[in-house]
């Protein structure tokens, strides 16, 4: 299995926790977004995933983009432990809990989107700042309100699920940017539980190849 992603890409840093859970052995194949124009435009990657977008996963025959599509193959195919239950009324819950975020947090953040605020809208640096944090706070605000009453250990409980596998990369890019997290009191100590869990540790951007070491 090889996963095609950046070290600091949020998308790859869901997948990565997965993978990490499920204890399952993977190539990793860095993709530099950043150096050289990026190198999801470049004619190789295009040909892997014409949206030029990281992570994509490939399992012999299989290829597959999209993140939470990845996380799905994943869980029908290395079930120990789901992500999101079977069968019960629950899994949808989860699921559009982590579609808030996957779906409606984390693409106005996305590194194309900044690039056109900078360079197609000239946008100014502390204008772009502005609409990074303010997109990231009001998900987090309806986000946080949703999950206190749901939230044991973890977003939904007492055990990892899909919602804590997208919360702890955006919390991550909040951080980035200068979010206060204790504004959100209970994605911020789900957060800090999360980055006690082996499988986390293991799946943050500065643990990855590619990852500045200073
Ligand atoms: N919906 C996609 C989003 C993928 C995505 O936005 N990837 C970002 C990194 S987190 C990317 O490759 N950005 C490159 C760019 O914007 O040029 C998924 O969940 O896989």
Known sequence: MQLYGYWRSSATYRVRIA???KNISY???EINLIEKGGEQHSDYFHALNPTELVPVLVDGGLRINQSMVILDYL???YPQPLLV??????RYLIR???QDIAVDIHPLNNL???????????VKECDK???LKYWIMEGFESLDEKLK???GKFCVGADVTLVDVCLAPQVYNALRVGVDMTKYPTLNRVYQTLMQHPAFIAAQPENQTGAPTN
């Not at 239950?85 to 629950?90: A, R």
């Not at 194309?112 to 000239?122: E, G, I, P, S, Y």
């Open 19 to 21: 993978l990490s859970l």
């Open 129 to 131: 700042q502005k609409w």
């Open 96 to 98: 559009s809990l982590a």
């Open 85 to 90: 239950p079977i069968t019960g009324e629950q």
């Open 149 to 151: 009453p749901l939230a």
């Open 27 to 29: 190539q990793s194949i």
């Open 112 to 122: 194309r989107v900044q690039q056109f605020l900078t360079h197609q809208m000239k």
């Open 75 to 77: 869980d029908e195919h």
